[in-house]
């Protein structure tokens, strides 16, 4: 509506796309959230590409540690940042 990408929007992604990281993990299973951080940087608009970055930073027997990045103009400008926790023990039996 603004004519920008909006923050709720991005707040998914971010969410997303980490949750696909930490599954490509170990054989991670998706978990749940603990903690959501977004930081919005720069705005970005119609027509530009945004490309997603994430990375399971560490993930141990009961919490994931996740980040993202999205960035746009080919990685020169970063569009948000977000950190992402995860529990993801497996329930006993």
Known sequence: MAGTLHGGFTSTIIDCVSTYAVMTHKDCHPGVSVNLNVTFIKAAFPGETVTVDAQTVR?????????????????????ARGEHTKYIAMPDG
């Open 59 to 79: 993930a141990g027997k009961k919490l994931a540690f996740l980040a993202v990045e999205l960035t746009k103009n080919d990685g020169k400008d970063v569009v």
